[in-house]
């Protein structure tokens, strides 16, 4: 298996400009999570998503962040507009979650991660 | 929510074994205790899990208190490629969802 696989791996954008990132998770996997990391706030979830409905988008930190899972395959986390304190590198995870709560196995798979400089 | 604590680093020297602690006072019984490890400049990487017993595999050995108060991972033979960030996490909730705290910072020397 290739893994989770992100796209683009940098970016590099001006403010004000819409900026697209891009997940394919871990085939047959159902669950698929965005995080954030920077030096000062250290990896933050932003928003998760089970068999492609958002179950906690409680850490997308504003309106101008959205992310959509068409499909058990692809999602898309998309700023609108950019601004610098964006800057980051975005992770994507996958798992899979069986219907039992607290299911013993959850090992997250990340993906190599997305570098964004917003300017 | 559980909260985890983490010493913010500790140095190992190459061969020796590196024992990793992690307090989780505050853990409830159904709470699995992950640890992450993130390389430089990658994404983290899964190393174990556990919930009441001492677990082991080929990357490492997890020992749990007996009142599950606290945890320690264990590289048993720590190499140059285990310099990382170690991550001790309480599971939040059943569909997945992990808090990241500040982790631990190996740095391994020859």
């Known amino acids: 298996d290739a893994g989770v696989i992100q796209s683009p791996r940098h970016e590099v954008t001006e403010m004000g400009q819409e900026v697209t990132l891009r997940c394919k998770p871990i085939?047959?996997?159902?669950?698929l999570f965005w995080y954030r990391q920077t030096m000062m706030r250290g990896l933050e979830l932003l928003i998760y998503?089970?068999?492609?409905?958002?179950?906690?988008d409680s850490g997308m930190p504003e309106d101008r962040f959205s992310a959509k899972m068409p499909n058990a395959s692809f999602s898309t986390l998309k700023i609108q507009p950019s601004e610098p304190r964006d800057s980051a590198v975005y992770f994507c995870a996958s798992t899979r979650v069986t219907g039992a709560p607290f299911s013993v196995k959850n090992i997250q798979y990340f993906g190599a991660g997305t570098r964004l400089s917003v300017l | 929510d559980a909260k985890t604590t983490q010493p913010p680093s500790m140095d190992c020297a190459e061969g020796r074994a590196a024992n990793l602690p992690c307090n989780h006072s505050?853990?409830?019984?159904?709470?699995?205790v992950y640890w992450y490890r993130q390389i430089h400049s990658q994404g983290p990487q899964y190393i174990i899990h556990?919930?009441?017993n001492n677990e082991t595999n080929e990357m490492a050995s997890l020992i749990i208190t007996e009142d599950r108060k606290s945890s320690t991972l264990i590289l048993p033979h720590a190499t140059l490629r285990d310099t990382a960030v170690y991550y001790c996490i309480v599971r939040l909730d059943s569909w997945g969802k992990l808090q990241f705290g500040a982790g631990t910072q190996v740095v391994v020397t020859p």
């Open positions: 556990g919930l009441k």
């Open positions: 505050t853990i409830s019984g159904n709470e699995y």
């Open positions: 085939s047959g996997h159902n669950s």
């Open positions: 998503f089970n068999n492609n409905v958002p179950i906690d």
